[in-house]
Structures are given as C-alpha cells and as structure tokens.
C-alpha cells in the first residue's frame, strides 16, 4: 500500500500529496508496478547519458520506453510523448542507468529499436486535458457494455483508457470465443467521436487492471509487482499436497492461483528424498499403503487394509529402511518399534486469558449460563416470567370501587 500521506487527495497536477514526491515514493500503490532505482546516485556505468533514455507508465499496467533529448527527467514528472496519431500524457517511472538494465531484461535494442519521443514536460493545458479524458473513461466503459449487448456480441468491456489529447481511446475486452467487432468499432466511433482500437487481454491481465484483494489479506501480485504470467496447473497443488477445491485454488480471475509456482520448485527439490507416494510396506502383520505426507516434518502416514481408519507415522528414515528390508525378502515385525515424534511441540509462554486467541470463541450460542450470581440464566427467565403473570393476575381481581 501507498505511504498514509497518499490519503491527503491530490495536487493541481493530479498527483498525489503527501510524500512530496510527485507520485514516485516507491513504495508500492503511488507507482503501480513501481522499480526501486537503487543506481539514481550513481555515476553512468553502463556507457549512456542520464538522459537517453526513460519508462514511461501510463494508466495501470502499460509501460513503454521513450527516448528524450536536452530534458532531464526524473521518476514522478508528467510528460507528454509522440503518440499515433497526436500525443499522450504519461509519468516518468524510470530513469537513468536502470533503464538500460531493463531494457535489456525485456531484450529491447537501444541500437536498432524504434523508439519514440518525449515531446516536452507536460503543460498546464496538457495535464487539463488529460485528466479531462481520465474523468470520461468510466461513463465510456458503462455505455460501451451497453452497446456491445445491444448488438450481442459476447465479450466484456473490462476497460477503456483514453488517450492524453481524447483523440484516441483503446477498448480491453475479454471473451473466451472469436468476436467480428467490425459494427462495434463503427458504432463506437460514432458515439464516443474518436478513433476507436480494441485489444484483447485474457482473465489474469483483467484482474491485473482491475485491481484487489486477495485471500491472503494482501494487494492482488499480479497488479502489484507480476509481471509474467506462467501456466499454472493442478500438478502444481498436487505436488504440494493441497486440497483439489477449485474454489480454494482458483483466484480473483477465476484461474488458479500464480502462487502456486511460487514455492513449487522447493517442494520438488524436498520430494526428491521421499520415497515413491505409492510405496507398499510389507511387515508381518500385512501390508501398508501410503495414505499422505508431511513435507516440512519429514514423515509420511500409512494404512493397513485390515484398519484403514488408523494412521500411522513414519519417518522416512524407517520407511527407506522397511523398503532394503523387503528387497532383502525380509518383513519387519511393526512399521515403528518406538513412538516418534518428529517436530517437537512448542509452548507459548503466554495465557489466553480473555479468549480472543480462540477462533471458535463465535461459534458458542449465547445464553444458557451461568449469570453473575452463580443462578441459571434460564432459571431466572422463568422466575421472572411467573412473576409478571401474578401480577397480571391481582390486577384483574382488583374490586371495581378500589381507590
């Protein structure tokens, strides 16, 4: 999240207030996708001027190199670059040695690459216009939904970003079939009055636009700081022993989730010292089937069919040590001579003394305890009920010339 000054609203210029740096504190809502550059005090090592070459963010997650000549540029200023046709309005988001590095990251040819160019800093009029068309890109996104259900085209306006002098406006849908949105086009040209393009993004890039939160309490990676989108398969879930739910594996987009890749490569390296997860135990009381295992503790949970209910650990000390004995032609007399206990329990040196710790200190229905006094709460519900009901009772019997 941005620094708490952000919340203070925005400056002339449509930048945020607060941390003085025009929008480019770096720490994380301020620049979407921001780049730390750790080289800004630094002498140029990499054989180019300061001034060369900058990145350019404009609305989310669109980036774009811009070659500059006789300005100096630094991260937060608001430009306007070439464009076709006309200009756009963007914010400085890198500069310096770092942009170099990044390019050639992204495999971007300082040499060969056509690259276009940072026109001016952006003026009074520049920054009006521009937030003039930001101002109109919600109401276009609403009546752009309109008019691709009236002509029944199955997709999904997911965003429109207006370009920074309104001369152009690019449409991001989604749709999971070909479209011929050749009437579309026509239609929007004529409503919105500009020159209409169309891109399509698939379920992950929208959530990225879109923004939010996840499960786990945090900002949405993929709007944050992911920038490559891999495959992620159930293979994935399989390997680090998590439930097959498709509602708890699949993401904000309605995919699985990118972080599942994120640690799969060290429980494959882990899984490496396990034995197979079909591995058959025989001992002299029957066979054991492998039923789970626990990476983290080193242990896995066996079964036999006379008894499936009763799982029973094992190290994998002793499960490799069962297997040479098998291949041996020898059955051992038990799966574990002696209890094992692989992680030993931790106990905190604090007490729960108000329950706040409980996660099921909710789920307890209210009522039938005890009260202050020690009494039965129902108990005295009751007394009190029979009470009302006698007092009831003497008023109806009152004589009719009592005072």
Partial sequence: MGCSGCSNGKTENGLPRGCKNNGACQTGSCDKLSVFNYLANM?????????????????NTRKQFFKQENLRLHEGDVVAV?????????????????VMLQMRKRKVDSATGDFK???????????????EAVELEQQTKTRARIIAREL??????????????????????????????????????EEFKVRVEMKQIGARQEAARLGGIGPCGRELCCSTWLTDFRTVSTSAARYQQL???????????????????????????????FPNQKTKLETQKGVAFTQKVDIFRGIMWFTFRDD?????????????????????????LVLVEK???????????????????????????????????G?????????????????????????????
């Fill in 308 to 332: 499936p209910s009763n799982f029973i650990e094992v190290p994998i000390a002793r499960v490799k040590e069962i297997i040479k004995m098998n291949k041996d032609g020898e059955k051992p």
């Fill in 82 to 98: 070439e464009a076709s046709p006309g200009h756009d309005v963007g914010t400085v988001s890198l500069a310096g040695d770092l």
């Fill in 375 to 403: 009494r039965p709460a129902n108990k005295r519900r009751n007394n009190n009920r029979n009470r009302n009901k006698n007092r009831s009772k003497g008023k109806g019997n009152k004589p009719n010339n009592a005072v």
């Fill in 43 to 59: 002498e140029s090592t990499v054989g180019y001027t300061v001034s060369d070459f900058v990145e350019v963010r404009f609305k």
């Fill in 339 to 373: 209890e094992f206990s692989a992680v030993p329990v931790v106990k905190h040196d604090y007490e729960n003394v108000v329950g706040q710790d409980d996660l099921t200190r909710f789920d307890k229905p209210k009522g039938g305890g005890r009260n202050s006094k």
């Fill in 243 to 273: 439930s097959l739910n498709p509602q708890k594996l699949a993401g904000q987009c309605g995919k699985l989730k990118c972080c599942l890749n994120f640690e799969l490569d060290s429980y494959l390296d882990a899984l490496k010292d």
């Fill in 152 to 189: 029944g085209l199955s997709m999904k306006i997911s965003d429109v970003e207006y370009q920074g002098d309104r001369s152009k406006a690019i449409f991001y849908y989604t749709s999971e079939e070909r479209v011929d949105f050749r009437e579309l086009i026509r239609k929007y040209a």
């Fill in 117 to 131: 160019k940072v026109f001016r800093k952006a003026t009074e009029s520049d920054i009006e216009k521009w937030q």
